[in-house]
């Protein structure tokens, strides 16, 4: 009896193999599905390769037949799993590449690596501070953020490099949260800081800005509304006080703001 006639799906597709592809896909039983339907298996990684059909295990090792087909465009050499050789086959049409693309997979499996990887460094700020997966610093009308960054030195002292990071966070679920944390680094170069966030929990704006002002107040000595302003602290009492930066950007727009100007 003569094989059965198949529609000729691979009709101009030459075919390459790379790697353990597992149960009935054998080198031979491929071979005879892919002719069948007007398709060609090569032994050869060469030009004419229009498809790597390659395992995951293969692909990650960058065996020197995935590293050909890298080499040339996407459109030339698509490599791709057995699931689209197979659905191909069952559903007697040439599938999209893009679903079966191990390039892609490997991309994605990647990015979904990092995000763990950041969820977990969340959690474990959290555990110190806030989960910034969870939280982001604060932004007013304005566009000011809500940090803060308050240097200190004095060789009178010996300070030398001390630096206090100041946010409040706002949630990024609805109804917003916030949440004041403060890092402190004792000298310059510090890569282990030290937490300060006076509440257990996030809680409403008025409180945790409250927070917020008092302890820039304690550490600078200057008022939270008046830092653009004031030069030194109402109160020095030979105490070292921190000091205080702005962003230049927004000293450029508070100075336009005085004079009575427009920025833009």
């Known amino acids: 009896?003569?094989?059965?006639?198949?529609?000729?799906?691979?009709?101009?597709?030459?075919?390459?193999?790379?790697?353990?592809?597992?149960?009935?896909?054998?080198?031979?039983?491929?071979?005879?599905?892919?002719?069948?339907?007007?398709?060609?298996?090569?032994?050869?990684?060469?030009?004419?390769?229009?498809?790597?059909?390659?395992?995951?295990?293969?692909?990650?090792?960058k065996s020197p037949r995935v590293r050909a087909a890298l080499k040339r465009a996407k459109k030339e050499c698509k490599i791709v799993t057995i699931d689209w050789l197979e659905d191909s086959i069952n559903k007697k049409r040439r599938l999209p590449e893009g679903g079966y693309s191990l390039d892609k997979a490997l991309k994605e499996e990647r990015?979904?690596?990092?995000?763990?990887?950041?969820?977990?460094?969340?959690?474990?700020q959290a555990e110190k501070a806030v989960n910034t997966y969870l939280y982001h610093?604060?932004?007013?009308?304005?566009?000011?953020?809500?940090?803060?960054?308050?240097?200190?030195?004095?060789?009178?002292?010996?300070?030398?490099?001390?630096?206090?990071?100041?946010?409040?966070?706002?949630?990024?679920?609805?109804?917003?949260?916030?949440?004041?944390?403060?890092k402190f680094f004792k000298r310059k170069g510090d890569s282990q800081p030290k937490f300060y966030r006076p509440s257990e929990v996030p809680g409403l704006f008025a409180k945790e800005f409250a927070q917020f002002e008092a302890f820039f107040q304690v550490k600078t000595g200057i008022p939270w509304e008046r830092r653009l302003v004031a030069q030194k602290p109402l109160d020095e009492k030979d105490r070292v006080f921190f000091r205080y930066t702005p962003p230049v950007s927004f000293c450029f727009c508070f100075s336009l703001a005085l004079r009575g100007e427009e920025v833009g």
Not at 27 to 52: C, F, K, P, Y
Request: net charge negative; with cysteine.
């Open 1 to 61: 009896m003569p094989p059965r006639k198949e529609k000729p799906i691979f009709q101009g597709i030459t075919i390459a193999l790379a790697g353990d592809l597992g149960g009935q896909w054998s080198e031979t039983n491929i071979t005879r599905w892919v002719s069948l339907r007007a398709g060609v298996l090569s032994n050869q990684m060469d030009s004419s390769v229009t498809h790597l059909i390659c395992s995951e295990h293969e692909f990650k090792k």
């Open 111 to 124: 990015a979904e690596q990092r995000q763990e990887v950041k969820v977990a460094k969340g959690l474990e």
């Open 137 to 182: 610093p604060y932004s007013d009308g304005t566009f000011f953020r809500y940090e803060a960054t308050l240097t200190r030195d004095d060789d009178e002292h010996d300070i030398h490099g001390e630096r206090y990071e100041l946010s409040l966070y706002e949630s990024n679920a609805k109804p917003h949260l916030y949440w004041f944390v403060a």
